[in-house]
Structures are given as structure tokens and as C-alpha cells.
């Protein structure tokens, strides 16, 4: 409205000759108001975005922090795995023996040892509760910790190094641990094995654990899915060495034994 009594203002100061005086206010006119209407529109979809935006990142916000509890609660369920479950698992298999032969020298052999796994249970269970480490695992030379989780299991476990030990991330020992741990509880349980074997390795900027038994063997690809019967010991093995950018492996057949087999990044550079 402005524009156009403008113009016409103009036009008639014009003695109504000057067409120009008409349109230019005009022209003019609407061009602001085009510009005014596409500053709106504008302004109006920045909106949109934002808001767009803000709903993302709570979507976001909210898909991590589930993803965050899953991942705790695997981890949860893996350390429970790796120490309460398998001690426990160990601990009834020895006591069983010694009920069998009880009350022979093996019985009571086989009751000290039960007695002894499940103090470590306990142990590691105060430990994960309080998101302390292992007793006594954390702190010792890496091979001095395998041998002794692998100990709890398999007394008689012989312990092989090869290449320059040194230190390794806390995060790559933490998990050899648990795998070892978990290795070793599979083998007293299943393998009936004479003989077995941990094998730490020492190379450019990886650390490797071998784990072998010569024990009756399976077939790794008849393994069934966890259940409440057992199964998960495997699956959380390779879910610990996957997470930390490693390496997991079963070697295995009906009657040749079991290998064990983990590498894992140590962040050096070969």
C-alpha cells in the first residue's frame, strides 16, 4: 500500500507523463517484498532444521546410552562367566570326584581343591562387585599371571614364552586374562586332557595366547547357541578379543585336542 500511494503521488507530480515515476515505486515495492517474504521462508526453515536437529541428537543421545547399557551388561556377563561361572562349574566337577572316591587319598585331594577354587570365587566376585581387578592377576608379570589363572583349572599346565616380554595395555592383558581363565576352565571340564599348554608370544605390536589340550576335541562347528546349559564361554572369548581390534580362533576335531588361539594390538609400531 505504501509503494503503490507513493507512485501514484509521484505520477501525478509528474503531470501524469512520467510512466517511470508510476512503475518504479512499484517495481520497487514488490521486490522488498519478495525479498521480505524469502527472508521469512528462510528464516522459517532454520527453524525446521533445528528443531530437526535437536531431535537427532536426541535420538541419538538415547540410542547411545541403550547401546552403552548393553555393552555393560555384556561385559558383566562375561566377567561373571569368565570367574563365578567357570570356578563354580570347576569346583562341583572336583567335588563330585571326590564323592565318588570318597574316603580315599583323592577325595580329600579333590575337596582341598574345590575348597581352594571357591575361595578364589569368591575373591573375584568381591572384585567384580567392587570393579576392582582380579587378586593377584593384575598386578604379577603378565606370563607369571597366566600361568597362575590357568593353575586354578589345571594344576598341571605347562607355560611356554616366546619373544622379548614387556609390557601390554591394560585393556589387552585384562582381556588374555579372562581368556585364559575361560580356556583353561573349558579344558578340566570337557577335554579329559593329559596334557596342555599356554603359550604367551611377544611380537612387533601384537601379543599373541595360544591355549592347547590334548584332550578329546569337538567340533567347533556343531557348537549350538548359548543357553542355559552352557555355551557362552567361546562366544564371550571372541566378543573380548574382537572388541579390543584382535584376533580369535577355535582349532579344533573330534580326538586331536583343542587350540586355543587370541592376538591382540598393543599399540606399538612393529
Known amino acids: 500500500p505504501t509503494a503503490a500511494a507513493t507512485a ?32 521469512e521462508d528462510d528464516a522459517a526453515e ?8 535437536s531431535l537427532a541428537q536426541e535420538h541419538l ?9 548393553i555393552q555393560e551388561r555384556e561385559r558383566v556377563s562375561r ?42 570365587n ?23 599371571a597366566l600361568l597362575k589363572a590357568a593353575s586354578q583349572y589345571l594344576p598341571g599346565v605347562r607355560l611356554l614364552v616366546t619373544g622379548e616380554p614387556r609390557p601390554v595395555p591394560a585393556p589387552a592383558r585384562h582381556a588374555l586374562l579372562r581368556v585364559v581363565q575361560s580356556a583353561a576352565a573349558n579344558v578340566a571340564l570337557h577335554a579329559s586332557a593329559a596334557n596342555s599348554t599356554v603359550t604367551l608370544g611377544f611380537l612387533p605390536g601384537a601379543v599373541t595366547l595360544d591355549v592347547y589340550d590334548d584332550g578329546a576335541g569337538f567340533d567347533p562347528s556343531a557348537l549350538g547357541p548359548p543357553s542355559d546349559a552352557g555355551g557362552y564361554g567361546l562366544r564371550a572369548m571372541r566378543q573380548r578379543v574382537e572388541q579390543l581390534g584382535g584376533t580369535f580362533s577355535v582349532e579344533s576335531s573330534p580326538g586331536e585336542g583343542t587350540v586355543v588361539a587370541a592376538e591382540l594390538p598393543t599399540g606399538e609400531k612393529p
Open 8 to 39: 501514484v503521488g509521484l505520477f501525478r507530480l509528474s503531470g501524469g507523463s512520467d510512466v517511470a515515476m508510476l512503475l518504479g515505486p512499484l517495481a520497487v515495492g514488490v521486490i522488498l517484498t519478495l525479498i521480505y517474504d524469502r527472508i
Open 46 to 53: 532454520q527453524r525446521r532444521l533445528h528443531a530437526a536437529v
Open 61 to 69: 543421545a538415547a540410542t547411545e546410552r541403550k547401546a552403552g547399557s
Open 79 to 120: 566377567e561373571i562367566h569368565d570367574t563365578v561361572t567357570q570356578g563354580l562349574a570347576s569346583s562341583i566337577l572336583l567335588l563330585e570326584a571326590a564323592n565318588r572316591s570318597w574316603p580315599g587319598p583323592a577325595a580329600r585331594e579333590d575337596v582341598r581343591s574345590a575348597t581352594a577354587l571357591l575361595r578364589q
Open 122 to 144: 569368591l575373591a573375584d566376585t568381591r572384585s567384580l562387585v567392587h570393579e576392582l581387578a582380579s587378586p593377584g592377576l593384575e598386578t604379577a608379570p603378565l606370563p607369571d
